[in-house]
């Protein structure tokens, strides 16, 4: 059975995934309205087990070339469109899977593949979110779980 | 001494970022090898030695599962400690983990310490 703090399960695995793997500052300012100028870039993934659901993440294109650039250890300029992709894939592995982690469900869960797309709203009812501060620009993850266990594609 | 390391992620970023924080950890690496899967794991394994692996689960083909199930019946590559990196910390995945010949587990995300005290744990470094 999950535990109902989703919201404090999505932010804490959030901050804890951008401070450990991606460097980012613990006490980065809180974004605002305007950080999100930029067009999104969005990443999303499945799981499926107890519970089901899926994970959207959102960050500005610009941001996102930043975050890569920290994970990767390479400069900014170096790094392709291609491998932000990619590494905000990953990021949305790791909050998902570590957020899971910390509802309380003993039992096993499968993450698909995580893809990228125009992944904005509506989302489900229920659905929990988190803004956080990357020390590049903000990160909105967003958590939905299903009540059956079924997940689409 | 200085080791050799192979490293499986379907993800080229989180194979670079494994490496990169290994390297920066301080932790002593002679070679790092890669592979996106099991399969290309095993390839890699039966070209060249190494003294450990650390290995993804989700992976297609051949997944870390299999991976695992495939490293403990071969005579040959049995004993080459594996090191599992996963964001499912679940202890069910955990259990059965370890139960296939898994020696650690990282759970993602995780500091760059963590990841070298593994790997010196499961390699006694400073045990000799």
């Known amino acids: ?153 | 001494m200085a080791y050799r390391v192979l490293i499986v992620d379907d993800s080229p970023a989180m194979r670079l970022f494994v490496r990169r924080v290994i390297e920066f950890s301080g932790f002593e690496l002679s070679d790092c090898f890669e592979a996106s899967d099991g399969e290309e794991a095993l390839s890699v394994l039966r070209a060249e030695w190494v003294d450990a692996i650390l290995t993804d689960i989700n992976m297609p083909r051949v997944d870390g599962e299999e991976f695992l199930r495939r490293l403990s019946c071969d005579e040959g590559l049995r004993s080459i400690p594996a090191i599992v990196i996963s964001t499912d910390a679940t202890r069910n995945r955990i259990d059965r983990m370890m139960s296939l010949g898994a020696r650690g587990y990282v759970t993602k995300p995780f500091r760059p310490e963590m990841l070298r005290a593994e790997l010196e744990r499961t390699l006694e470094v400073g045990h000799d």
């Open chain 1, 1 to 153: 059975m999950i535990e109902p703090d989703l919201q404090s399960a999505l932010a804490a695995s959030t901050q804890e995934t951008l401070e450990a793997m991606f460097f980012a500052p613990a006490d980065g300012e809180e974004p605002g309205p305007a950080d999100w100028a930029d067009a999104p870039l969005t990443a999303r993934l499945e799981f499926a087990g107890e519970p089901s659901g899926r994970l959207t993440i959102r960050v500005p294109h610009t941001t996102a070339r930043a975050i890569a650039a920290d994970f990767l250890g390479e400069d900014e300029s170096a790094v392709e469109e291609k491998q932000a992709g990619e590494v905000l894939c990953e990021l949305a592995n790791m909050i998902c899977g570590s957020a899971l982690s910390r509802t309380g469900s003993q039992g096993e869960f499968r993450l698909s593949e995580p893809r990228l797309g125009a992944f904005d709203g509506p989302y489900s009812e229920g659905a929990v979110s988190h803004t956080a501060a990357t020390g590049h620009g903000p990160l909105e993850a967003i958590l939905e779980v299903k009540p059956c266990s079924s997940v689409e594609r």
